[in-house]
């Protein structure tokens, strides 16, 4: 055996943590305060997208989407992944040149992007009538069931070797010199030779213990389901990246589930929430409920009239420049795997490699500069 590691947080980036490092020997205990999927990852929407999504992260993205279609044969849809594309409509005719220069970039990286025709539009999302300037279409954009998922990486984890155990918070990480040797739990001290803290927005309270300054604040995220419809919606549907103001300019997702909710979402401004939000888990807002409905039967208006099911709120963990902190920081053997930025069930897969790479002393297959601690950790010169 390599060395003992514990995973704090169960979501799916230390999900994905977990069975990376198990498959790479090491003995692993993955713990969490509550239970595993239970804060952002399993609340989400889970779209596993390379569109309109980030320009640095395009080869990190195509990694990740490559990987989770792996994972979809090897555990024989054990988490429903649906190659179903993902459209982004466009509601402003300069937002049109936005759209395409974003197209040229993703069919540079090798994917197949397009902007539709009427026609073509039709039939990929008939049931998308209402008023659009244009829409762009990502054929290679896919699904996955989130507390599936978080599960079935677990349950992977565990086949290598892995333990869990949930409602079983780290409270402190131990350090010994300027090394970790364990974490403290109410169940008692548990020895590692590293710690990975995967903590969602939790992440910063639990590292700056040991004097290490993450900047990762909480966002609320918020998302609406209808009870359910007929086959309606066939793919993922977004806003395209706009300028303008009002729903373009904010965040809109929307699909329906294979169970026949309508699960969707519309957030016109996405501001962060004071530190310590995480811990205080609100009723969604009703702003955000009926900008959320009018996005949805402006694009569908067969929808119109539906009636909710229910609504959540959970806490993504944002950083200011939108990605990851993914590798080590502060004293030996403390990794950390937070800052989802709202789209890290995609990436997940990106982070388990990079941390269980890293750890193991491989050079990853990955580019992780884009998630390198350093560019918030490293002391300005005098
Ligand atoms: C409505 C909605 C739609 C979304 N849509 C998408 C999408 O389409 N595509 C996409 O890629 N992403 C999407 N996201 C974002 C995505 O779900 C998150 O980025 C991702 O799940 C983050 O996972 P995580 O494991 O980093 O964090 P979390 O899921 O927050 O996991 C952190 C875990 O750490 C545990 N923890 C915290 N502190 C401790 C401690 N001290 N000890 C032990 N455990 C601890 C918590 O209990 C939690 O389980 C969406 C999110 C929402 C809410």
């Not at 943590?17 to 989400?44: C, I, K, W």
């Not at 195509?62 to 466009?90: L, V």
């Not at 993450?214 to 993922?236: F, W």
């Not at 888990?281 to 039967?297: K, M, N």
């Amino acid at each position: 055996m390599k060395g003992h590691i514990v995973v704090a947080g169960a979501g799916i980036s230390g999900a994905a943590t977990a069975l990376m490092l198990a498959e790479r020997g090491f003995a692993v205990t993955v713990l969490d305060r509550a239970s595993a999927g239970t804060a952002v990852s399993g609340a989400s929407l889970a779209c596993l997208g390379t569109h309109m999504s980030s320009e640095i992260e395009i080869g990190q993205l195509i990694w990740a989407t490559r990987r989770w279609a792996e994972w979809d044969a090897r555990f024989a849809g054990a988490f429903h992944y649906r190659r179903c594309g993902q459209i982004r409509f466009i509601d402003h005719e300069a937002d049109i040149a936005v759209a395409e220069k974003w197209i040229a970039f993703e069919r540079a990286a090798g994917l197949a992007p397009e902007l539709l025709s009427r026609e073509r539009l039709r039939a990929i999302e008939p049931a998308l009538t209402g008023p659009l300037v244009a829409a762009s279409w990502s054929p290679s954009d896919a699904l996955v069931n989130p507390f599936l998922a978080v599960r079935c990486l677990l349950k992977a984890a565990g086949t290598a070797g892995a333990r869990y155990r949930g409602h079983c918070p780290v409270e402190a990480i131990e350090t010994a010199g300027d090394r970790v040797t364990g974490v403290v739990t109410p169940q008692g001290r548990i020895a590692a030779d590293a710690v990975v803290v995967a903590g969602g927005p939790w992440t910063a309270e639990l590292v700056a213990g040991l004097g290490v300054d993450l900047p990762i604040l909480p966002r609320r995220a918020q998302c609406l389901a209808t009870v359910r419809q007929p086959p309606t919606i066939r793919g993922v549907v977004g806003g395209c990246k706009s300028d303008h103001g009002g729903v373009d300019a904010g965040y809109t997702q929307i699909q329906q589930s294979e169970a026949g909710q309508v699960l969707f979402n519309t957030v016109l401004a996405g501001g962060l929430s004071a530190p310590g939000a995480q811990h205080h888990v609100p009723e969604v807002d009703r702003r955000f409920v009926l900008d959320s409905i009018a996005t949805l039967t402006r694009l569908f208006p067969a929808l119109a009239g539906v009636e909710l099911l229910r609504s959540w709120v959970r806490y993504e963990a944002v950083t200011p420049d939108d990605r990851f902190i993914v590798g080590p920081v502060g004293p030996a053997g403390l990794w950390v795997a937070a800052g989802d930025n709202g789209t890290g069930f995609c990436r997940a897969p990106v982070i388990g490699d990079v941390i269980a790479a890293g750890i193991a002393g491989e050079t990853c297959a990955i580019d992780a500069g884009p998630y390198d601690p350093g560019r918030f950790t490293a002391e300005v010169p005098a």
